[in-house]
């Protein structure tokens, strides 16, 4: 591995012909898009098995950055920009991608390669100081975040100060000048060292913070309720930024070939003008709905429906594809296996035998057998006359009641005793994972459908009601109010993920009834003499 001649990073053409496990996920989906002409920012990839390396040598391989430089040159040249650059910056994100798909889990850094001297040149470029000191920004937010282990909060702080938005603002430039150098020195205050300026610098310790990540906390709880092995590792991509944030006709989304609670054959997902990718994901804003790229820029949107059916067919599974749009032009950033509920994973299965993508007994290896009962949802009994005294958006299906908390260590505990927990948040983050994982459904006031607490329920099989935006929570005295009404810890509420209502006390229930694709699988089932749990 330490050999010169041992080749270490891959563009994505030389990459083709790898396996996933090589690649990761992220890195394997990028290559087979590119593969086949979709519009993919180019990149490189780290394969999995430096990571493997660096764990076993306790740094990063030697001449590996060097290795990174050489073959970014081949970049450089298909975007006519130069990495580090004074006057014209290459930018990057810095991604990981194991070879199973652990959703937000591990750590993400964007517009790596901005400095002092380059985001005035960026400035003057574009001719749009906002938008250049912006992305700047986020580099140092993000960077002192995930690298240089500073408090995230301590930079909301300072956004809320100088009222920076995370999306297209028009804040006076003075503020964003203000919020950095005050966000430079949290940085040297809270780690003792200056947030670097030199890219070469930002892009090494950037590498050895992704293979940090894939042992954080979270990471090893996901592995851990998922099976995946510890010893998968992950992957490094480094790709040209697009940007999101650059004007009106800018904005980031992510959509499912197919709708991940129902599994019914629609393009589903968000969108969130002028904003880069992590915003949408991060739950921290409630986005648009997909109609709304449909209304704004048509053009765009059909594309966005072309490319989803062609990435589907090609990895003939329904997939979650995010992408962004930079003044008018559409980039397809990632694809991997679209989380789905049992239920829409069932459809999904058998839909895709009708349409002739796959075999019966693929549909049958689809589907977890242990799961099958999962198939009969429940939903609100229709005798039941109470109103709801809240509506946030539908995330995953089912009903569920519980009693309130707000605290993920008190979603916990109480859950270990047996009870049944219903976590209010205003948002959920990658961290509370332990918390959303062991409670009966999650309520947030802000988030869409495709953000975190939404893709980790459904997953789980467990309703959430995003989006509630109506709520006033008060995280220090632990109740929400709405209407009029308040709610404290330990009251019972039930939510319901198929239409977004919430309910005070426990609502009666009633099982769906058997749908035509569970009767179809589980003659499948017989026909190959395959048994199920029920």
Partial sequence: MTSRDVVQVYTFEEAEGKTVFELGGKGYGLVEMSKIGLPVPPGLIIPTSVCKEFYKMGQLPPNLIDEVLLKLKKIEEKVNKRFGSPTDPLLLSVRSGAPYSMPGM?????????????????????????????????????????VMGVDKNSFNVIRSEYQLSSGISEVPIENYLQAISKAKNLIKDKSGFEFPQDPKEQLQMAITMVFKSWNNPRAKLYRKMYKIPDDACTAVVLQ????????????????????????????YGEYLKGAQGEAIVAGAQVPQPLDALKSELPQVYDELRKYAKIVERHFKDMQEIEFTVQEGRLYILQTRMGKRTPFAALKIAVDLVKEGVITKQEAITRVDLNELNKNLLKVINPTFKGKPILKGLGAS??????????????AVNYSSRGESIILVRPETSPEDLRGVSVSQGVLTAKGGITSHAAVVMRGLGKPAVVGAQK??????????????????????????????????GVVPTIEQKESQEYKEFLEWLRDYKVSNSK
Avoid: Q, W
């Fill in 471 to 504: 709520m006033k929570i008060d995280l220090e005295n632990e109740y929400f109010s709405c209407n009029g009404i308040v709610v404290r810890k330990f009251d019972y509420i039930t939510i319901d993920g198929n239409d977004g209502c919430v309910y005070l």
């Fill in 240 to 267: 040209v930024m697009v940007f999101g944030n650059m004007g009106l006709h800018s904005g980031s989304g992510v959509c499912f070939t197919r709708n991940p609670s129902t599994g019914g054959d629609e393009l």
């Fill in 106 to 146: 591990m750590d993400t850094i964007l517009n790596l390669g901005l400095n002092d001297v380059n985001v005035r040149a960026l400035s003057e470029k574009t001719e749009n100081k906002n938008f250049a000191y912006d992305l700047y920004f986020r580099l140092i937010e993000m960077f002192g975040t995930t």
């Fill in 397 to 410: 299906p089912g009903v569920a009641s519980g009693k309130v908390v707000f605290k993920i260590d008190d």
